[in-house]
C-alpha cells in the first residue's frame, strides 16, 4: 500500500475523530482505514491510536507524530510559495504528460489559465494514458493516477479520483446483475488498457483481486464508456468521467458494497527539476486548482 495514502488516512481518521468518519469521507469502508492505519504503524514499528469501543484517541507517539507531521506540510508549502513568489516573471519551457480525458475536460483549462498568468512559460502538453518515467521521456512533470514508483523521481500528490464500476441496463437484462465482485468471472468486461485486467474490490472483509476475462481493451475512458453505453459488458471508470451517463440512465452502477480503490492523481517530476522555480509554480498551480476538493467535484 501506498505510504503517502497512509499518511493521507492517518490526517483524515484525526481530523474526523473516527474510523468510520474517516471511511465516509474517503469513500472507503472502515476495515480498509483501521488495514492503512495498521500499515502505518507497522512500519513505523509503534502504536497511532488508543482505540476502545466509545472513543479514539491518539497515543503519545501519535501526539508527536501529527504536529510534525503538520508542520513539514506547511514547510513544503511555504517553500513552494517563497520560491515561485521569488520570480517575478517566469521565463521557462515546461513540457507536462497530461491524462487525454482529464485534460480535455478539466487540466487543460487549468494549465491554460497558468500560462495566462505567467505568459514567459512555454507549455508543451503531450496527452497519453499510459504511466511515463519523466526522467527517461524528457518531461518536466507528468500528470497521471497510474501506480508508479521510479528512481530519482519526486511524487507529488493533487487530489484522490473515486471510482466505480458500471454497466448498461441493457446489458444487465441480457446478462444478468453481479453480486459479488467474483460474479465478473462469468461476465464480459470492458478494460483500461493501462490498468488491465487484475481488478481489486474494498469489502469489510478485506480486499478482493481477480482478473476478468476482458472483450475489449482500450487507452480512452472516454471510448472506455461508449462501449460500455453500447451493451458490451462492465468497466470499472472514474465517477467523475461517468457521472454524466449514471445521470441520464444509461449506465448504472453495480457492485457498491465493493467499491474499486480510489486512485490518487499526482505530478510526477525528476528529481534534478524539482527546484525549478516555473515547475514549483505549475505544481502550485496545480494543487491549488485541485485541493480541497478535486476540480471535478465542484
Request: aromatic share 6%.
Amino acid at each position: 500500500m501506498d505510504t503517502l495514502e497512509n499518511v493521507a488516512t492517518f490526517l483524515f481518521v484525526v481530523k474526523s475523530g473516527s474510523f468510520s468518519a474517516a471511511a465516509r469521507g474517503l469513500n472507503t469502508v472502515p476495515s480498509v482505514v483501521s488495514k492503512r492505519i495498521g500499515q502505518l504503524e507497522h512500519r513505523l514499528k509503534t502504536k497511532l491510536f488508543v482505540r476502545t469501543t466509545r472513543q479514539l484517541s491518539l497515543t503519545e507517539a501519535g501526539e508527536r507524530f501529527y504536529p510534525r507531521l503538520l508542520a513539514a506540510h506547511a514547510e513544503m508549502q511555504e517553500a513552494f510559495e517563497d520560491l515561485a513568489a521569488s520570480q517575478s516573471r517566469l521565463e521557462e519551457r515546461l513540457r507536462i504528460k497530461c491524462p487525454t480525458t482529464l485534460t480535455v475536460q478539466h487540466f487543460g483549462t487549468i494549465l491554460t489559465g497558468f500560462q495566462v498568468t505567467h505568459p514567459g512559460v512555454r507549455l508543451d502538453l503531450v496527452l497519453m494514458d499510459r504511466s511515463v518515467n519523466p526522467v527517461e521521456e524528457g518531461f518536466d512533470i507528468a500528470i497521471g493516477a497510474l501506480p508508479s514508483s521510479y528512481a530519482n523521481v519526486v511524487d507529488v500528490p493533487l487530489c484522490p479520483m473515486r471510482r466505480v464500476t458500471v454497466a448498461s441496463p441493457g446489458y444487465l437484462a441480457k446478462a444478468g446483475y453481479p453480486e459479488h465482485p467474483r460474479d465478473l468471472l462469468e461476465h464480459s468486461c470492458l478494460t483500461f488498457m493501462a490498468t488491465g485486467t487484475h481488478w481489486a474490490f474494498e469489502s469489510d472483509a478485506g480486499v478482493i483481486d481477480i482478473d476478468v476475462r476482458s472483450s475489449i481493451g482500450v487507452n480512452d475512458s472516454q471510448v472506455l464508456i461508449n462501449a460500455v453505453e453500447q451493451d458490451l459488458g462492465v468497466a470499472i471508470v472514474a465517477q467523475h468521467i461517468a457521472r454524466a451517463s449514471i445521470e441520464s440512465g444509461t449506465l448504472v452502477t453495480i457492485l457498491e458494497d465493493y467499491p474499486p480503490p480510489n486512485m490518487w492523481v499526482k505530478a510526477l517530476v525528476p528529481k534534478t527539476r524539482s527546484n525549478n522555480p516555473a515547475v514549483l509554480a505549475a505544481i502550485k498551480w496545480l494543487k491549488d486548482a485541485c485541493q480541497p476538493l478535486p476540480p471535478w467535484d465542484r
